[in-house]
């Protein structure tokens, strides 16, 4: 509680009372403490590929760039590194656009058959890199309201996650089901799952199950937070479903366009 008195005077001047007022100030205490963690988290996750840029540059400069060879394989982390520095810093300005209070979508009708295939058209070589059959039930064409541009980054986000959390030679299935005024994208993969009581967590900025694998396949933690938001603002629906060891479905529900 945020506490202040101001006393009552009468007119000679004499304390009649005195006015307290308590000021229940839990929810800008936890707003606060949500806008320090996340202070903290951007400042660590930003400081792990800086701090690792600037050792193997050192090391290089020290004398290892005398070893072709160790000189090589220092200036493929280093990219690597920098390119993860890359990826969160692009993640993390579309998170501050999106989240900020007038962030407004470009509102058409949107075939997401459509913004599927040239989504596809994309990920198939990542898929193919680990073997992963990524499979099309070709089927409703759903034509949805909303802004094509921001489905298509709902469409990376989740289609990318299903591959990098699957192993070699799994399957990623993406379906899209009509009904009277809603429609669903439905993306299946057989990946390693997630625990029930973490389902509603993967969707907090930079919360990981496993952060080493989401380092690994290049991951921010960002990816499903930025979804979480692109959906609401289309009012739109997330349902996740999982077994653990063998899968996950992302259903996403549009609104059906009435044009
Ligand atoms: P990341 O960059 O780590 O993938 P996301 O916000 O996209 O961040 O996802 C958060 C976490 O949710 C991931 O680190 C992973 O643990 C889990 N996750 C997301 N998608 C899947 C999936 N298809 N299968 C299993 N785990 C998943």
Redesign the pocket.
């Known amino acids: 509680f945020d506490i202040s008195c101001a006393p009552i005077l009468n007119k000679h001047k004499k304390i009649r009372g005195i006015v307290v007022v308590f000021h229940d100030i839990t929810a800008i205490k936890k707003l606060e403490n949500t806008r320090k963690d996340f202070v903290a988290n951007v400042s660590h996750e930003l400081k792990t590929p800086v701090t690792s840029l600037i050792g193997f540059t050192e090391t290089l400069l020290d004398g290892a760039r005398e070893d072709k060879e160790l000189e090589d394989q220092f200036l493929h982390i280093m990219l690597h590194e920098g390119r993860r520095l890359q990826s969160l810093i692009t993640d993390l300005l579309e998170l501050s656009k999106i989240e900020r209070e007038h962030f407004v979508l470009q509102w058409a009708p949107v075939s997401l058959s459509d913004v599927l295939e040239s989504v596809l058209l994309i990920l198939r070589e990542k898929a193919e890199a680990k073997k992963i059959k990524l499979e099309y039930l070709q089927g409703d064409e759903g034509v949805v309201a909303g802004d094509a541009f921001r489905i298509r980054q709902i469409m990376i986000?989740l289609i990318s996650?299903?591959i990098?959390?699957t192993p070699e030679n799994g399957t990623v299935t993406i379906a899209i089901h009509e009904r009277k005024s809603e429609a669903d994208l439905v993306i299946s993969?057989t990946?390693?799952?997630?625990e029930q009581d973490q389902i509603p967590r993967?969707f907090e900025r930079f919360?990981?199950?496993?952060k080493a694998r989401?380092r690994d396949?290049g991951?921010?933690?960002?990816?499903?937070?930025i979804v979480k938001h692109l959906v609401e603002a289309h009012d739109g629906k997330i349902h996740v479903t999982s077994v653990p060891g063998k899968g996950?479905t992302?259903t996403i529900t549009f609104n059906k366009s009435s044009t």
Not at 191 to 194: A, D, E, N, Q, S
Not at 207 to 210: A, G, L, M, P, T
């Open positions: 986000n996650n299903a990098s959390y993969d990946g390693m799952g997630i993967i919360y990981r199950v496993d989401s396949s991951g921010t933690g960002l990816g499903l937070a996950s992302f």
